[in-house]
């Protein structure tokens, strides 16, 4: 009964692949999020969601591309991968316009 | 421009130690204002949320923080801590724009 899940936990790929990480939520939250944690610690929001329609779009390159199916999963997909792109991607969700969100274990990629 | 602040890096306290950790954050209205813990190799947790009324907010795992608009101050407290309360703590508010903005964090150390 997961509120908020993401996969892979891990993922080790060279520069150049291609990946994608999925999330999914059972909250039946409108909002999704993507945020990048880097080695610091350091948050920051990329992509948010909010019924399938993309509402925040962060300077973000144009590798990486955010996909929603529907208002419960929230994919991200990241092209050419770069070693800069090496951090943990969490995955949130929040009802609409409340900010109150709940975040998925994450996902470490490691890019080599 | 908005945003939140966590003027301390690392700290460290004696289990059973009462803890405070500070927060100020720059908004031009009242805020939301959230306290989030990140156990390691773990997701966010919300611990608390102030929208408004009564300043003094109750969280999970007996946590509180205080909102104090004069010095524009939201900082987390426990009376005493317990060795599994070492984690990584972030301060996060939102205002009037579609983004949580999160601190740099505030990794606490317990020792016995």
């Not at chain 1, 891990?10 to 909002?31: A, F, P, R």
């Amino acid at each position: 009964d997961t509120a908020v899940s993401q996969t892979p936990k891990y993922l080790v790929t060279q520069m150049g692949n291609d990946k994608s990480i999925k999330c999914e939520q059972n909250l039946g939250h409108d909002t999704m999020y993507w945020y990048k944690q880097d080695s610091k610690k350091f948050l920051k929001i990329m992509f948010s969601y909010n019924n399938k329609e993309l509402i925040i779009n962060e300077t973000v390159p144009n590798r990486f591309s955010p996909k929603s199916p529907d208002k419960a999963h929230l994919n991200l997909h990241i092209n050419s991968l770069e070693l800069g792109d090496s951090a943990v991607y969490f995955c949130a969700s929040s009802p609409w316009d409340t900010y109150e969100q709940y975040f998925g274990p994450g996902t470490r990629l490691t890019v080599t | 421009a908005q945003s939140v602040t966590q003027p301390d890096i690392h700290i460290t306290v004696s289990e059973g130690a009462s803890l405070e950790l500070r927060c100020n954050y720059s908004y031009g209205a009242t805020p939301y204002l959230f306290w989030y813990v990140q156990s390691p190799g773990q997701g966010l947790q919300l611990l608390l949320k102030y929208f408004s009324g009564d300043t003094l907010v109750q969280g999970i795992k007996g946590f509180e923080a205080e909102f104090k608009r004069s010095q524009s101050s939201f900082n987390l407290r426990k009376p005493s801590v317990h060795w599994s309360d070492a984690a990584e703590y972030f301060c996060a508010g939102a205002g009037n724009t579609d983004k949580l903005i999160f601190g740099t964090g505030t990794r606490l150390q317990v020792f016995p």
